[in-house]
């Protein structure tokens, strides 16, 4: 004998008016897809983080910048490179010692060492001797490519900044006091960059003006690259104190990465718009009079 459903005031049975299984498990996937769908990714809040904590330490690095030129006539601490930073007694003369390699950072071993951070650079005591400062946590490079220890080192500074005898580019503004900053304006022009951990080795980013003034972008090329680990960027301190991110737009300045193997440096880069950005914040060209 069949039973008869109760009704509803709709004249809806139990049966027709109740959710199935089906129907909650549906329901609880689509609830569940939406939140994946809203939430970041461990990837990307990592990323995040490590950008945050990296432009922090930019900012304590230029203010160190700003205060040693106040404590010295507006005389902007040097910025040596080559054979002269592996060189004890040129500490004074230069705001790091020490050449990167995938060798151990011989001859002083600079890669891990963070003496040449603490001791004998003359930013150190501005930045209460914290090694830290100077490396961006998402870099991950060893001192043997592959192996060793961290190195201790992912900044370098404009190399149009700072005591030293020439430009890289001859007739170009070499700034030596901070009261130089005219052209490109405080606010213009960067101190300290990230760079890749593929081509570091001093701790100046050489930036070939060639084709900046006057413009000529077929002549254009990358000597140093800058990094781009902050979602296919790199940050930037600037003279007037503020950090900034910049992301890069043209492939060729972010070549592919190999561990433990150097990026060639010096490299023709026509027409890149990534160049013509960095040129801009880096000098300008000395003009009679001035």
């Known amino acids: 004998m069949r039973v008869a459903e109760p009704y509803g005031l709709n004249g809806q049975s139990q049966r027709e008016r109740a959710f199935t299984f089906t129907d909650l498990i549906t329901v609880l996937a689509v609830v569940i897809l939406l939140n994946m769908l809203q939430l970041p990714s461990a990837a990307t809040i990592r990323g995040k983080g490590q950008s945050a904590s990296c432009l922090n330490n930019h900012r304590q690095l230029v203010r160190a910048w700003q205060l040693y030129a106040d404590a010295n006539g507006e005389r902007l601490v040097g910025n040596l490179d080559g054979g002269d930073v592996s060189v004890l007694a040129n500490s004074n003369r230069t705001w790091v010692l020490g050449w990167f390699d995938f060798n151990g950072g011989s001859p002083l071993g600079a890669n891990t060492n963070t003496v040449y951070l603490t001791t004998y650079s003359p930013l150190a005591a501005y930045l209460r001797r914290d090694a830290s400062v100077f490396k961006c946590p998402a870099d991950t490079s060893l001192s043997r490519g592959r192996t060793g220890a961290p190195r201790v080192r992912s900044v370098s500074m404009n ?12 007739g170009y503004r070499q700034f030596k006091k901070i009261s130089e900053f005219v052209n490109p304006s405080p606010s213009h022009a960067f101190v300290f ?15 070939d003006m060639g084709g900046f003034d006057p413009l000529q972008p077929s002549r254009y090329t990358i000597v140093d690259y800058p990094a781009d680990w902050h979602n296919r960027g790199a940050n930037l301190s600037f003279a007037d104190g503020h950090t900034e991110t910049w992301r890069w737009r043209d492939g060729r300045t972010m070549p592919a990465h190999k561990f433990g193997q150097l990026l060639p440096l010096a490299v023709a880069s026509p027409n890149n718009a990534d160049v013509t950005r960095i040129q801009a914040a880096a000098s300008r060209k000395v003009t009679p009079g001035n």
């Open 193 to 207: 960059i990230d760079e890749r951990e593929d081509g570091i080795n001093d701790g100046v980013l050489q930036i």
């Open 159 to 170: 190399g149009y900044v700072g005591e030293r005898a020439l430009p890289y580019t001859s």
